[in-house]
């Protein structure tokens, strides 16, 4: 009679996991800080872990760009309902469009293998939109409820000017100009 492998025989072991993460942390960090796409030799230095423990966590640089983003998305959406416990709505907005901004940056370093994931259809960019829309919509209803934050406000805008400001501000060279567009937004978005 064979016996069925109990749950835990698929559990990654503790130091699988958490060498896994640790590549996740430093490919991030790589991705945000770097001016072309790293290598994974380069990435796996970060990280202070072999290229076969890379390889074995994350068998193509695909993989491993999908894993950063999808956490970031994770991230972000988590991020909303996290910020709204701990803050009013219009300051956990204020904290979410940095947090957005810090995803944005860490697109930087993966822009080639992400655009042909995304024109390959790897990666959904309707099925992100969707969520990021509505970690933003979560905000706003109840930063309308509390009357912090415009009740007219729809999400969609709201992401596209984000979107907008940290695009001019990227080309401008000078880190400080999107705290200080989004700091406009936030103040257009407070009720009149």
């Given at each position: 009679m064979a016996t069925e492998p109990s749950p835990a025989a698929h559990q990654p072991r503790a130091d699988?996991?958490?060498?896994?993460?640790t590549v996740l942390a430093a490919a991030t960090h790589a991705f945000a800080t770097s001016d072309t796409e790293p290598s994974m030799r380069a990435i796996a230095r970060q990280a202070g872990v072999g290229v076969?423990?890379?390889f074995r966590h994350f068998p193509t640089r695909e993989a491993l760009?999908?894993?950063v983003y999808q956490d970031q998305v994770v991230r972000l959406t988590a991020g909303a309902r996290e910020l709204l416990a701990g803050h009013a709505p219009a300051q956990a907005l204020r904290l979410w469009m940095d947090l957005f901004a810090e995803w944005q940056a860490t697109k930087h370093g993966m822009t080639d293998t992400l655009l042909a994931m995304i024109d390959s259809g790897e990666i959904s960019l309707a099925h992100t939109r969707q969520e990021l829309l509505s970690a933003i919509a979560t905000i706003l209803d109840a930063g309308a409820t509390a009357g912090d934050i415009r009740a007219d406000a729809r999400a969609d805008d709201v992401s596209a000017g984000i979107l907008g400001m940290l695009a001019v501000a990227a080309k401008s060279g000078e880190p400080a100009q999107a705290r200080r567009l989004l700091d406009l937004l936030m103040d257009g978005l407070r009720p009149r």
């Open positions: 699988a996991a958490r060498n896994r993460e076969a423990t890379l760009v999908d894993a």
